[in-house]
Protein backbone atom coordinates (compact mmCIF):
# COMPACT_ATOMS: atom_id res chain seq x y z
CA UNK A 1 0.00 0.00 0.00
CA UNK A 2 0.80 3.73 -0.70
CA UNK A 3 0.02 7.09 -0.57
CA UNK A 4 1.76 8.56 -3.24
CA UNK A 5 3.13 7.66 -6.73
CA UNK A 6 6.90 6.44 -5.80
CA UNK A 7 10.08 6.43 -8.01
CA UNK A 8 10.23 3.78 -10.93
CA UNK A 9 12.62 1.94 -9.28
CA UNK A 10 10.24 0.52 -7.07
CA UNK A 11 8.30 -1.22 -9.71
CA UNK A 12 11.79 -3.67 -9.85
CA UNK A 13 10.79 -4.93 -6.35
CA UNK A 14 7.27 -4.50 -5.82
CA UNK A 15 5.33 -5.28 -9.06
CA UNK A 16 2.43 -3.84 -7.27
CA UNK A 17 3.88 -0.62 -7.30
CA UNK A 18 3.29 -0.22 -11.13
CA UNK A 19 -0.32 0.79 -10.08
CA UNK A 20 1.04 3.95 -7.93
CA UNK A 21 3.88 4.85 -10.77
CA UNK A 22 0.97 6.58 -13.05
CA UNK A 23 -1.04 9.61 -11.95
CA UNK A 24 -4.34 10.46 -12.58
CA UNK A 25 -4.05 11.05 -16.24
CA UNK A 26 -0.96 9.80 -17.38
CA UNK A 27 -0.81 6.74 -19.50
CA UNK A 28 2.73 6.56 -20.04
CA UNK A 29 6.09 6.80 -17.91
CA UNK A 30 9.62 5.66 -18.76
CA UNK A 31 12.78 5.99 -17.21
CA UNK A 32 15.68 7.27 -19.06
CA UNK A 33 19.45 6.65 -17.78
CA UNK A 34 20.26 4.33 -14.31
CA UNK A 35 23.47 4.35 -12.26
CA UNK A 36 25.17 1.60 -12.47
CA UNK A 37 25.57 -0.51 -9.55
CA UNK A 38 28.91 -2.23 -7.93
CA UNK A 39 29.73 -4.15 -5.44
CA UNK A 40 33.16 -5.39 -3.92
CA UNK A 41 33.80 -8.14 -1.82
CA UNK A 42 37.17 -8.94 -0.68
CA UNK A 43 37.87 -11.86 2.35
CA UNK A 44 39.68 -11.15 5.18
CA UNK A 45 42.93 -11.65 4.06
CA UNK A 46 45.29 -8.24 3.28
CA UNK A 47 47.04 -8.21 0.01
CA UNK A 48 46.02 -10.71 -1.49
CA UNK A 49 46.58 -10.38 -4.95
CA UNK A 50 50.31 -9.28 -4.37
CA UNK A 51 50.98 -12.10 -2.04
CA UNK A 52 50.48 -14.36 -4.69
CA UNK A 53 52.06 -12.67 -7.24
CA UNK A 54 55.13 -12.31 -4.73
CA UNK A 55 55.02 -16.28 -4.19
CA UNK A 56 54.60 -16.85 -8.03
CA UNK A 57 57.75 -14.80 -8.70
CA UNK A 58 59.86 -16.22 -6.25
CA UNK A 59 58.51 -19.95 -7.41
CA UNK A 60 59.34 -19.39 -10.52
CA UNK A 61 63.22 -18.30 -9.45
CA UNK A 62 63.52 -21.04 -7.25
CA UNK A 63 62.41 -23.25 -10.34
CA UNK A 64 65.27 -21.69 -12.23
CA UNK A 65 67.67 -22.46 -10.35
CA UNK A 66 67.17 -25.96 -9.76
CA UNK A 67 67.11 -25.96 -13.38
CA UNK A 68 69.80 -23.84 -14.28
CA UNK A 69 71.98 -26.03 -11.44
CA UNK A 70 74.94 -27.79 -13.02
CA UNK A 71 77.38 -28.07 -9.62
CA UNK A 72 76.46 -29.49 -6.49
CA UNK A 73 76.96 -26.03 -5.20
CA UNK A 74 74.28 -24.55 -7.14
CA UNK A 75 71.80 -27.37 -6.72
CA UNK A 76 72.59 -26.76 -3.11
CA UNK A 77 71.65 -23.46 -3.30
CA UNK A 78 68.62 -23.58 -4.85
CA UNK A 79 67.70 -26.53 -2.33
CA UNK A 80 68.60 -23.83 0.71
CA UNK A 81 66.33 -20.76 -1.06
CA UNK A 82 63.44 -23.52 -2.23
CA UNK A 83 63.44 -24.41 2.05
CA UNK A 84 63.07 -20.51 2.41
CA UNK A 85 60.12 -20.37 0.31
CA UNK A 86 58.94 -23.16 1.72
CA UNK A 87 59.39 -21.04 5.42
CA UNK A 88 57.72 -18.21 4.07
CA UNK A 89 54.79 -18.99 2.36
CA UNK A 90 53.85 -21.99 4.35
CA UNK A 91 51.62 -20.12 6.51
CA UNK A 92 50.53 -17.60 4.18
CA UNK A 93 49.17 -19.78 1.50
CA UNK A 94 47.22 -21.80 4.39
CA UNK A 95 45.48 -18.38 5.51
CA UNK A 96 45.08 -17.25 1.59
CA UNK A 97 43.69 -20.72 0.40
CA UNK A 98 40.86 -21.06 3.74
CA UNK A 99 40.04 -17.25 4.32
CA UNK A 100 40.44 -15.02 0.53
CA UNK A 101 37.95 -14.91 -1.96
CA UNK A 102 37.36 -11.66 -4.08
CA UNK A 103 33.66 -11.53 -5.00
CA UNK A 104 32.25 -8.58 -7.89
CA UNK A 105 29.16 -7.87 -9.02
CA UNK A 106 27.93 -5.37 -11.53
CA UNK A 107 24.10 -4.40 -12.80
CA UNK A 108 23.03 -1.88 -14.85
CA UNK A 109 19.60 -1.44 -16.22
CA UNK A 110 19.01 -0.63 -19.50
CA UNK A 111 18.12 2.98 -20.94
CA UNK A 112 14.62 3.64 -20.88
CA UNK A 113 13.61 0.86 -18.21
CA UNK A 114 11.49 0.64 -16.12
CA UNK A 115 8.70 1.56 -18.78
CA UNK A 116 5.16 1.68 -17.20
CA UNK A 117 1.91 2.30 -19.28
CA UNK A 118 -1.83 1.34 -18.79
CA UNK A 119 -3.52 -1.46 -20.48
CA UNK A 120 -6.60 -3.90 -19.91
CA UNK A 121 -8.11 -1.96 -16.92
CA UNK A 122 -4.74 -1.76 -14.87
CA UNK A 123 -0.88 -1.16 -15.40
CA UNK A 124 1.84 -3.00 -17.68
CA UNK A 125 5.32 -2.76 -16.61
CA UNK A 126 8.63 -4.08 -18.93
CA UNK A 127 12.02 -4.13 -17.01
CA UNK A 128 15.10 -4.51 -18.85
CA UNK A 129 18.57 -5.21 -16.96
CA UNK A 130 21.96 -6.91 -17.45
CA UNK A 131 23.93 -8.18 -14.29
CA UNK A 132 27.56 -9.58 -13.98
CA UNK A 133 29.09 -11.53 -11.27
CA UNK A 134 32.95 -12.92 -10.75
CA UNK A 135 33.95 -14.74 -7.63
CA UNK A 136 37.56 -15.45 -7.53
CA UNK A 137 39.78 -17.07 -4.88
CA UNK A 138 42.67 -19.46 -4.71
CA UNK A 139 42.86 -23.50 -4.02
CA UNK A 140 45.60 -25.45 -3.09
CA UNK A 141 47.99 -24.36 -0.55
CA UNK A 142 50.96 -26.69 0.00
CA UNK A 143 54.13 -26.83 -1.53
CA UNK A 144 56.93 -29.00 -1.61
CA UNK A 145 60.01 -30.53 -2.78
CA UNK A 146 60.29 -33.39 -5.63
CA UNK A 147 63.11 -35.69 -6.46
CA UNK A 148 63.90 -36.76 -10.06
CA UNK A 149 61.15 -38.55 -10.89
CA UNK A 150 58.51 -36.56 -9.41
CA UNK A 151 58.10 -38.09 -6.37
CA UNK A 152 57.37 -35.78 -3.04
CA UNK A 153 60.58 -35.83 -0.71
CA UNK A 154 61.08 -34.01 3.20
CA UNK A 155 61.83 -30.69 2.40
CA UNK A 156 65.56 -31.11 3.98
CA UNK A 157 66.09 -34.04 1.21
CA UNK A 158 69.11 -34.02 -0.36
CA UNK A 159 67.65 -35.93 -2.94
CA UNK A 160 65.45 -32.57 -3.81
CA UNK A 161 65.79 -31.89 -7.20
CA UNK A 162 62.72 -29.65 -8.13
CA UNK A 163 59.91 -27.69 -6.27
CA UNK A 164 56.05 -27.97 -6.91
CA UNK A 165 53.01 -26.73 -5.83
CA UNK A 166 48.80 -26.99 -6.45
CA UNK A 167 48.07 -23.59 -5.36
CA UNK A 168 45.66 -22.57 -8.54
CA UNK A 169 43.84 -19.49 -9.32
CA UNK A 170 40.15 -19.91 -9.78
CA UNK A 171 37.49 -18.29 -11.32
CA UNK A 172 34.00 -18.07 -11.87
CA UNK A 173 31.70 -15.93 -13.64
CA UNK A 174 27.97 -15.42 -14.98
CA UNK A 175 26.38 -12.61 -17.61
CA UNK A 176 22.35 -12.68 -16.91
CA UNK A 177 20.00 -10.42 -18.74
CA UNK A 178 16.50 -10.25 -17.27
CA UNK A 179 13.56 -9.09 -18.75
CA UNK A 180 10.55 -8.46 -16.67
CA UNK A 181 7.18 -7.88 -17.56
CA UNK A 182 4.40 -7.05 -14.73
CA UNK A 183 0.43 -6.00 -14.07
CA UNK A 184 -0.70 -3.99 -11.35
CA UNK A 185 -4.15 -3.13 -10.83
CA UNK A 186 -5.89 -1.26 -7.87
CA UNK A 187 -8.37 -3.77 -5.95
CA UNK A 188 -11.65 -2.75 -5.42
CA UNK A 189 -12.09 -2.94 -1.84
CA UNK A 190 -13.07 0.26 -0.56
CA UNK A 191 -15.88 -1.08 0.61
CA UNK A 192 -14.94 -4.71 1.84
CA UNK A 193 -11.77 -2.99 4.27
CA UNK A 194 -11.68 -0.33 6.64
CA UNK A 195 -8.91 1.51 4.79
CA UNK A 196 -7.84 4.73 6.22
CA UNK A 197 -8.05 7.68 4.10
CA UNK A 198 -5.64 8.28 1.25
CA UNK A 199 -4.45 4.56 0.91
CA UNK A 200 -5.03 1.96 -1.57
CA UNK A 201 -4.52 -1.44 -2.14
CA UNK A 202 -2.85 -2.76 -5.06
CA UNK A 203 -1.93 -6.26 -6.27
CA UNK A 204 -0.12 -7.13 -9.03
CA UNK A 205 2.44 -9.70 -10.65
CA UNK A 206 5.56 -10.29 -12.95
CA UNK A 207 6.68 -12.75 -14.96
CA UNK A 208 10.42 -13.01 -15.26
CA UNK A 209 12.81 -14.20 -18.18
CA UNK A 210 16.58 -14.39 -17.48
CA UNK A 211 19.60 -15.85 -20.24
CA UNK A 212 22.83 -16.25 -18.66
CA UNK A 213 26.07 -17.44 -19.67
CA UNK A 214 28.26 -18.92 -17.31
CA UNK A 215 32.32 -19.48 -17.23
CA UNK A 216 35.19 -20.83 -15.28
CA UNK A 217 38.85 -21.40 -15.41
CA UNK A 218 41.52 -22.61 -13.54
CA UNK A 219 45.26 -21.65 -13.55
CA UNK A 220 48.02 -23.34 -11.38
CA UNK A 221 50.86 -21.14 -10.15
CA UNK A 222 53.00 -23.82 -11.71
CA UNK A 223 52.08 -23.97 -15.29
CA UNK A 224 54.99 -22.65 -17.82
CA UNK A 225 52.35 -22.00 -20.28
CA UNK A 226 48.41 -20.75 -20.60
CA UNK A 227 45.87 -22.28 -22.52
CA UNK A 228 46.93 -20.47 -25.84
CA UNK A 229 50.13 -22.03 -25.75
CA UNK A 230 51.69 -18.57 -24.65
CA UNK A 231 55.02 -18.54 -22.72
CA UNK A 232 54.78 -17.88 -18.91
CA UNK A 233 54.49 -13.81 -19.35
CA UNK A 234 51.46 -13.99 -17.02
CA UNK A 235 50.69 -14.67 -13.10
CA UNK A 236 47.88 -17.01 -12.79
CA UNK A 237 45.56 -14.40 -11.89
CA UNK A 238 46.31 -13.29 -15.20
CA UNK A 239 45.82 -16.38 -16.89
CA UNK A 240 42.08 -17.60 -15.07
CA UNK A 241 40.89 -14.13 -15.97
CA UNK A 242 41.71 -14.28 -19.88
CA UNK A 243 41.43 -17.96 -20.45
CA UNK A 244 37.80 -18.66 -18.84
CA UNK A 245 35.97 -17.13 -21.53
CA UNK A 246 36.71 -20.57 -23.60
CA UNK A 247 34.59 -22.26 -20.40
CA UNK A 248 31.57 -21.27 -20.67
CA UNK A 249 28.30 -23.13 -20.58
CA UNK A 250 24.42 -22.41 -21.36
CA UNK A 251 22.51 -21.26 -18.58
CA UNK A 252 20.03 -24.31 -19.33
CA UNK A 253 23.18 -26.90 -18.32
CA UNK A 254 22.86 -25.60 -14.96
CA UNK A 255 19.66 -26.19 -14.64
CA UNK A 256 19.66 -29.20 -15.64
CA UNK A 257 23.17 -30.78 -14.26
CA UNK A 258 22.26 -34.37 -14.13
CA UNK A 259 22.29 -34.47 -18.21
CA UNK A 260 26.32 -33.79 -17.74
CA UNK A 261 28.74 -36.52 -16.40
CA UNK A 262 31.83 -35.19 -16.65
CA UNK A 263 31.77 -32.60 -13.56
CA UNK A 264 32.21 -29.65 -16.02
CA UNK A 265 28.65 -28.07 -14.78
CA UNK A 266 28.79 -29.49 -11.03
CA UNK A 267 31.78 -27.66 -11.27
CA UNK A 268 30.33 -24.50 -11.60
CA UNK A 269 28.29 -25.07 -7.86
CA UNK A 270 31.48 -25.72 -6.22
CA UNK A 271 35.11 -25.01 -5.42
CA UNK A 272 37.24 -27.12 -5.97
CA UNK A 273 39.63 -28.60 -2.89
CA UNK A 274 42.65 -28.79 -4.59
CA UNK A 275 45.03 -29.17 -8.10
CA UNK A 276 46.77 -32.08 -8.67
CA UNK A 277 50.10 -31.16 -10.05
CA UNK A 278 50.77 -32.96 -13.68
CA UNK A 279 53.53 -35.17 -12.91
CA UNK A 280 54.86 -37.80 -16.21
Known amino acids: MTTRAAGLSAVTGNPAAGHNLLREGQNFRTGIFSIPQFGAELGP ?4 TDDVDEFQDRFEQVEEQFEDA ?8 ARDDAA ?3 SDFRPVLTEISDAAFLNL ?7 LTPAVFRGLGGVFTVNLSADVKMKLRTVGADIFLVDDAGNRVADNS ?3 EDISTDLAAFVKAGAFGELGIGYSRELPLAGLLPL ?5 LS ?3 RLKVVQGVLSKAVARVEDDEDD ?5 DDTALDRALDNFDERKQADHDLLWPGCRRDGRVEGLLRWPDRVQPDRA
Do not use: C
Open 45 to 48: VDNF
Open 70 to 77: QTEAELQQ
Open 203 to 205: AGG
Open 84 to 86: QLL
Open 158 to 160: DQA
Open 228 to 232: DGNEE
Open 196 to 200: PDGLR
Open 105 to 111: DFQQQIP
